[in-house]
């Protein structure tokens, strides 16, 4: 099955170089030139992973993101003209799952496209695989149950929704309860040594899970900021 790639880039050449290069990958490839386009064409084209930069007419990047991250689950890799950390934070706290920054070469573009798809690929495997689970796949943390098996997370009985680094981050600290671990420790476990991003991806997830799992977010007691040091998950 071909992967297919919805491109939204209002400066055409940059477009057409991004969706024939692309193509040239085996890829299918839909295009937008601005953040209302966008939408209506992730909706109807159904992609598989969106290149998706952040100046754009009409609506720009973060509002679209922001817009297709409530309606879809698939990755979406941010395209900026600044190297600018704020546009890098504000992507990802938005939803987006990576970002690359201007000037960029086509071979680097490449690997974080197909490094997406993979491990969004390998993600949807391990769900639909068939298991034998065992008592020692389930960690229970009082009210807060994760499910190594299903990759599922439940809270009081509910299951929650977390993106897929979300989980292997929740489920990283749970591993190491009780113990004191740096934000650079974090990125390289979770998000492995070939991540381009740095410590503040990891700030951004813990900020996400203790939304999702923590009674007063502004106060959190699962996850605890260790100071000068990073965090600490409490159970």
Not at 39 to 66: S, W
Not at 128 to 141: C, D, G, M, N, R
Not at 157 to 170: A, N, V
Not at 176 to 182: F, I, N, V
Request: net charge negative; glycine share 6%.
């Amino acid at each position: 099955m071909v992967d297919k790639i919805l491109v939204v880039e209002d400066e055409i050449t940059l477009q057409e170089t991004l969706a024939y290069n692309l193509i040239q990958q085996g890829y299918e490839v839909e295009t937008a030139g601005d953040g209302k386009a966008a939408i209506e064409a992730a909706r109807l084209f159904q992609p598989n992973l969106i290149l998706l930069d952040i100046m754009l007419p009409i609506l720009d990047g973060i509002e679209v993101c922001r817009i297709l991250r409530q309606e879809m689950n698939v990755p979406i890799l941010m395209l900026t003209a600044r190297d600018d950390e704020i546009d890098r934070v504000i992507g990802l706290e938005i939803g987006a799952d990576d970002y690359i920054t201007k000037p960029f070469s086509m071979r680097e573009l490449m690997a974080r496209v197909k490094a997406n798809l993979r491990r969004t690929r390998l993600d949807r495997e391990d769900a639909q695989a068939p298991v034998i689970q065992t008592p020692k796949e389930i960690l229970h943390f009082d009210n807060l149950v994760l499910d190594l098996v299903r990759r599922e997370v439940l809270l009081d009985d509910q299951p929650l929704t977390l993106k897929p680094k979300e989980f292997d981050l929740l489920l990283y600290l749970a591993r190491h309860c009780g113990q004191a671990l740096s934000r650079d420790t974090i990125l390289e476990q979770v998000w492995g040594w070939e991540y381009s991003g740095n410590s503040r991806t990891v700030d951004v997830h813990v900020s996400w899970l203790r939304e999702k799992i923590e009674r007063d977010p502004a106060h959190p007691i699962r996850i605890i900021t260790v100071r000068g040091a990073g965090y600490r998950f409490e159970g």
